[in-house]
Every structure is written in structure tokens, then in C-alpha cells.
């Protein structure tokens, strides 16, 4: 089993040496919709810079009408990293679920991303349509693999069967107290952060432009 981080902006000033002390990996978010993240590429430079693994993510917006544009700039830059960039769908549709299904399944067919999703976010479209919801299921299924969020104190997460195998799992993030859940910590970070176990790194591998693995 491998670990890894994943930061954006949020987290300051990050001392990659010890943070390479501890993790191999990182995924570092590489924009929220069409707003790239303040510390992208000081976070890839200093990341790789420290010999880390790195891979980029997108929190989506997928309800946007620059939704497809802002994918493909994700895409083209993640050629250049370590491992399969990941689409982050967490956040609720506010008016259009089955546009927001129809652009979500377009880009797992298109670019075949890692998925970082979670129960949360699922249950809103079970609640909304049981068909919509089968059909996200089936399309989270085709993507490279499936990034789980799930804070808890037990030794593995929960994931509906109908869902593919976890590889990643992001165990840690912010202390939830009344759960006994402590916040996630790494050394040269400065406060929480998220945490993630990986069935295996090499499983999120990909070839970066212009290196050999």
C-alpha cells in the first residue's frame, strides 16, 4: 500500500523535502472551473524538484458553459506529469443534473481521468433520479480508476458494489472532533491536509511528454 497528498493553494508555503520524506506522490489541484490555482506550478516545481511522483486535479464545475474548454487545458497539461490527472466531482449541480451527468460522462469517455468522488455526492443523484445515478455509476466504471473520500477510523472505506475497486482513498482531510477523526498532518505542510492511501502508486502511472518511466 502506498500514501500520498494531494494540496492546493490552501496550504501555503509546503517544504517539498520533508514532505518527500514521508510520501512519494502528490496530486496538486490545478484549477477550480476556469480559475487556476495560485500555486500550481510552484507546487510542480518544487514537488518535482524534490523527486516526487506528481499528478494534477480539477475540482469541476461541470454545470459551466466553460466547462469543456477549461477540461481540455487540464488534459493538455497534465501530459507533462507523472500520473493520470484526476476530475474532482463533488460539487452539487444547482439546477441542471442531467447536463451536469451528460458532461461528466463526456470527459471519462473522452480522457478516461482518475474520479474523485464520494457517497455525498453520489447519494444527491440517487436522491434526484435513480436512472441518472446508475448511469453516473456505469460511467465512473469506465474511468482509469476510482479516487474514494471517506473519513473514517476503520481500516478500509465503504463503496457501493456497483462501483469498480477503490485504488485510491482519501481517508484524511480537516478534524471532524465529534467523530473522533483527527485532521490529516504531514511533515512541511502547515496545518491539515489531505491524506490518501493507494493500492498503488504504479497504478496511476502514466508517461509524461518528453520522459521515459
Known sequence: MDSFIDVSQWQGDIRWGLVRSAHRAVYIRHSDSTRKDDRYH???????????????????????????????????????????WALDIECTPIRDYKHTLHQILWVIDTYKPVIYTGMGYLSRFLYHDRGMYTDLIAGINRSHALWWAQYTMASKPTVPSSLIPWTAWQYRAIAYPKYGIPAGSCPGVVGPVDMNWCTSIDSLRQTPRGKTI
Open 42 to 84: 510552484y507546487y510542480i516545481g518544487g514537488a518535482t524538484q524534490a523527486g516526487m511522483i506528481c499528478g494534477l486535479y480539477h475540482y469541476a464545475r461541470p454545470e459551466h458553459d466553460s466547462f469543456r474548454s477549461c477540461i481540455k487545458a487540464v488534459a493538455d497539461d497534465a501530459k507533462w506529469t507523472d500520473m493520470v
